[in-house]
């Protein structure tokens, strides 16, 4: 059964580095999310992205936060300049249609010193 | 902003026992979703509920939407050891970027 993937598992940063988190969608999927969880907390929707765009985003996703797709397979979050409260998990999702499930990946768990 | 107010945060119960977990908010959603989510890993889907006061079943796990698709609710019937977990609802809204708004979660410990 197809799944989305994330890469990597775990990634610690010094703070105010750049990272970029990975994630291959389902492939005949066109719509992507990436959400968050801070530990103990809810899952947190960030960002989503449809048609080469972003369709919406919440009030965490500014100006440190960018999302690409740079090929037809991936699709990735930047975080310019990391901050401490950036240490969370962060996922990936993708769905075929616009009501259809949303299938999350694994995560990344990203901890920033 | 769309909440969803999930009750109860932490249930821990005896193997055989049933249990029944609420998922409420004030604003109505396009469709439900049920996630069971492991330590360290992504929400994995259980059920998709669409249609106000549709039921659906997985084995002993019964998912009902709210006749007025405000709120849901998950009953395990007879849990197992292997139900334990975290229970993540998720509403799908009418905005233009279709994201899921999650409840806070359900931490279940089923002792044998």
């Known amino acids: 059964e197809p799944e989305v993937t994330q890469t990597p598992s775990h990634q610690v940063t010094q703070m105010g580095q750049e990272v970029i988190l990975r994630c291959v969608p389902i492939s005949n999927h066109l719509y992507f999310y990436w959400y968050r969880q801070i530990l103990g907390q809810k899952v947190e929707f960030l960002v989503s992205f449809y048609n080469n765009e972003i369709s919406e985003k919440s009030e965490i996703f500014d100006d440190q936060f960018s999302v690409e797709r740079p090929d037809g397979s991936n699709f990735t979050l930047k975080i310019r300049s990391t901050k401490l409260e950036d240490s969370a998990m962060y996922f990936c999702?993708?769905?075929?249609?616009?009501?259809?499930?949303?299938?999350f990946g694994p995560g990344t768990r990203l901890l920033v010193l | 902003t769309q909440l969803l107010e999930q009750s109860p945060q932490f249930l821990s119960i005896q193997e055989g026992e049933n249990l029944t977990v609420y998922c409420n908010s004030s604003?109505?959603?396009?469709?439900l979703q049920w996630y069971r989510q492991e330590p360290g890993e992504g929400p994995v889907l259980l059920v998709t509920v669409v249609t106000g006061g549709e039921v659906k079943k997985l084995k002993r796990l019964t998912f009902q939407f709210g006749d007025a698709r405000k709120d849901s609710s998950l009953h395990i019937t007879a849990a197992q050891p292997g139900d334990t977990g975290l229970y993540l609802c998720a509403g799908l809204g009418y905005n233009a970027g279709n994201m899921l708004t999650f409840g806070g979660g359900t931490r279940l410990m089923v002792k044998p």
């Open positions: 999702a993708s769905r075929k249609g616009i009501r259809e499930t949303q299938y």
């Open positions: 604003s109505v959603f396009s469709s």
